[in-house]
């Protein structure tokens, strides 16, 4: 593995919220270029913690996080980290805020320095890669959840990240939707990091799903899933291996 | 909400909303300040001038008029009979006095104006146009924000409170007139409060995610044509002649 192709380097990270036990205990964590991890746990193991760590929102307790090989620390330090790494949230609500979706796919690039007719180009080239075109003047809080979610992810993609934290983008999707958000995050060329609770989802199209608990990643734990499930009448959860 | 209005074609429809603005602006410190009652007359004519021309449903402007005159309802009430004039007549032991009449009559007339003109805006524009609009004028940045911001999520606001209401109604609950209901009514404003300050720092981390650093970019331009000209002139031209009629001793 080249020293090169380090994005994320995350060491011995600590968090606890104030006055509660800690979320994120010793955790480490390394993302090259080209990996596809997911991630798994139960509800308040810290997964979303993670995120908002990686991308500056939290502030460690102790332990370090470099990014390309530069240690981030202040603000500053993440507002370039910001620049590379997009972060789906997992309420789309959250994340619309512009009154039309072109203003909110728009946003990213302008905060970039974009001039407004690229801004305008990056975002309906976005759209039109999701297979959103028409979608332009809509207004963002009458869309449907799907909806939502795909431009959400609009919003992120036409930052041009080259990392993706992905915080259940499947959930309170049907399977329509799964399986256009499956398509375009198999056609991207991009590093990601998903965190799901749909093992289905995380196998194909993750290279390798990995356990989060009691604060940290269990990377000795890998978990093993065939990838031909369907030849297995008892489901992905019996192949497991340690 | 607001955009059912706004779907009718109309001439005021397709004007600069900056044009709307300053008009509705100008308009509305006219009706404040005048006292005269054939300029109050005339501002009210305008209004309703310049609501049918913006093409309102008559059903929906009615429902649209009904709070403001809830008030000015209440405000007969008492002002007739509270002032200090000429005496018209009396009932029991309260006497109406003409000042008194006069003063409701002139505020009435008033506040419906500006709410006519206020709705033909509202209606004819859509309102994240008018943001825009607001922007391009000058208006500070941060109420333009909050503007938006307002507008944006209130929907998602609402939709949170008819959820916590359902959740209610489906374990049986049924307002009364005692501690168990001012206690679960408490409790849900303390819920939506808490929820709404909690959406507000998740919105702000989606921004800040997204490269965020204090500014909003407007992605739409306007242009003045002929026709926004010739109106805006039109307007504040009369609105300059209701205001010497106004102010001139004897015309």
Same mark, same amino acid.
């Given at each position: 593995?080249?020293?090169?192709?380090?994005?994320?380097?995350l060491k011995d990270i600590c968090f606890s919220y104030a006055g509660s036990t800690p979320v994120l205990n010793g955790l480490?964590?390394?993302?090259?270029?080209?990996?596809?991890?997911?991630?798994?746990?139960?509800?308040?193991?810290g997964?979303?913690t993670?995120?908002?760590i990686?991308?500056?929102?939290l502030k460690p307790t102790s332990g370090e996080i470099?990014?390309?090989?530069?240690?981030?620390r202040?603000?500053?330090?993440?507002? =370039?980290?910001?620049?590379?790494?997009?972060? +789906?949230?997992?309420? #789309?609500?959250?994340?619309?805020?512009? @009154?039309? /979706? %072109?203003?909110?796919?728009?946003?990213?690039?302008?905060?970039?320095?974009?001039?407004?007719?690229?801004?305008?180009?990056?975002?309906?080239?976005?759209?039109?890669?999701?297979?959103?075109?028409?979608?332009?003047?809509?207004?963002?809080? =009458?869309?449907?959840?799907?909806?939502?979610? +795909?431009?959400?992810? #609009?919003?992120?993609?036409?930052?041009? @990240?080259? /990392? %993706?934290?992905?915080?259940?983008?499947?959930?309170?999707?049907?399977?329509?939707?799964?399986?256009?958000?499956?398509?375009?995050?198999?056609?991207?060329?991009?590093?990601?990091?998903?965190?799901?609770?749909?093992?289905?989802?995380?196998?194909?199209?993750?290279?390798?799903?990995?356990?989060?608990?009691?604060g940290?990643?269990?990377?000795?734990?890998?978990?093993? /899933?065939?990838?031909?499930?369907?030849?297995?009448?008892?489901?992905?959860?019996?192949?497991?291996?340690? | 909400?607001?955009?059912?209005?706004?779907?009718?074609?109309?001439?005021?429809?397709?004007?600069?909303?900056?044009?709307?603005?300053?008009?509705?602006?100008?308009?509305?410190?006219?009706?404040?300040?005048?006292?005269?009652?054939?300029?109050?007359?005339?501002?009210?004519?305008?209004?309703?001038?310049?609501?049918?021309?913006?093409?309102?449903?008559?059903?929906?402007?009615?429902?649209?008029?009904?709070?403001?005159?809830?008030?000015?309802?209440?405000?007969?009430?008492?002002?007739?009979?509270?002032?200090?004039?000429?005496?018209?007549?009396?009932?029991?032991?309260?006497?109406?006095?003409?000042?008194?009449?006069?003063?409701?009559?002139?505020?009435?007339?008033?506040?419906?104006?500006?709410?006519?003109?206020?709705?033909?805006?509202?209606?004819?524009?859509?309102?994240?146009?008018?943001?825009?609009?607001?922007?391009?004028?000058?208006?500070?940045?941060?109420?333009?924000?909050?503007?938006?911001?307002?507008?944006?999520?209130?929907?998602?606001?609402?939709?949170?409170?008819?959820?916590?209401?359902?959740?209610?109604?489906?374990?049986?609950?049924?307002?009364?007139?005692?501690?168990?209901?001012?206690?679960?009514?408490?409790?849900?404003?303390?819920?939506?409060?808490?929820?709404?300050?909690?959406?507000?720092?998740?919105?702000?981390?989606?921004?800040?995610?997204?490269?965020?650093?204090?500014?909003?970019?407007?992605?739409?331009?306007?242009?003045?044509?002929?026709?926004?000209?010739?109106?805006?002139?039109?307007?504040?031209?009369?609105?300059?002649?209701?205001?010497?009629?106004?102010?001139?001793?004897?015309?």
């Amino acid at each position: 593995m080249e020293k090169n192709d380090l994005i994320i380097q995350l060491k011995d990270i600590c968090f606890s919220y104030a006055g509660s036990t800690p979320v994120l205990n010793g955790l480490n964590l390394k993302l090259c270029k080209g990996n596809r991890y997911g991630l798994m746990g139960p509800n308040g193991s810290g997964k979303t913690t993670l995120f908002h760590i990686i991308m500056g929102l939290l502030k460690p307790t102790s332990g370090e996080i470099e990014i390309y090989n530069n240690p981030a620390r202040i603000e500053n330090d993440f507002r =370039k980290v910001r620049k590379k790494i997009g972060l +789906l949230f997992q309420d #789309a609500d959250d994340q619309l805020f512009s @009154p039309t /979706v %072109l203003e909110d796919v728009a946003f990213g690039p302008l905060n970039l320095g974009k001039s407004q007719e690229e801004a305008v180009e990056i975002a309906f080239d976005t759209l039109k890669f999701l297979g959103l075109s028409g979608f332009e003047s809509r207004i963002t809080y =009458k869309l449907s959840g799907g909806e939502k979610k +795909l431009v959400s992810l #609009a919003t992120v993609l036409a930052m041009q @990240p080259e /990392v %993706l934290l992905l915080d259940e983008p499947t959930s309170g999707l049907d399977d329509k939707t799964k399986e256009i958000l499956k398509g375009v995050l198999t056609d991207l060329d991009l590093s990601y990091i998903l965190i799901s609770h749909e093992i289905d989802f995380l196998t194909d199209i993750t290279d390798a799903i990995y356990a989060m608990e009691n604060g940290t990643i269990h990377f000795d734990k890998e978990i093993h /899933v065939h990838q031909h499930v369907h030849a297995h009448p008892h489901g992905a959860y019996e192949h497991q291996h340690d | 909400m607001f955009e059912e209005l706004s779907n009718g074609d109309s001439f005021i429809r397709h004007l600069d909303p900056r044009v709307k603005i300053a008009v509705v602006f100008f308009f509305s410190i006219l009706a404040a300040v005048a006292v005269r009652m054939h300029v109050l007359l005339w501002l009210l004519s305008l209004g309703i001038l310049i609501v049918v021309l913006a093409r309102v449903p008559l059903p929906e402007l009615f429902r649209r008029l009904i709070p403001v005159n809830l008030l000015i309802a209440f405000l007969w009430l008492f002002l007739p009979f509270t002032f200090a004039g000429e005496p018209m007549f009396s009932v029991g032991a309260l006497t109406v006095t003409r000042e008194g009449v006069l003063y409701a009559a002139r505020i009435s007339i008033k506040s419906n104006a500006m709410m006519l003109m206020l709705i033909a805006l509202v209606a004819s524009t859509p309102i994240f146009t008018l943001g825009h609009a607001m922007h391009e004028l000058g208006v500070p940045q941060k109420i333009v924000h909050l503007f938006f911001f307002t507008y944006r999520y209130i929907h998602v606001m609402h939709r949170e409170y008819v959820r916590l209401v359902n959740s209610m109604k489906i374990r049986g609950f049924t307002p009364g007139n005692n501690l168990h209901t001012y206690r679960t009514i408490s409790y849900m404003v303390g819920m939506l409060l808490v929820k709404s300050f909690d959406r507000a720092q998740r919105v702000h981390n989606a921004m800040l995610c997204r490269g965020f650093e204090g500014n909003l970019y407007s992605l739409s331009t306007f242009s003045l044509n002929g026709r926004d000209v010739v109106s805006l002139i039109l307007m504040i031209t009369a609105v300059i002649i209701l205001g010497v009629l106004e102010w001139k001793k004897t015309i």
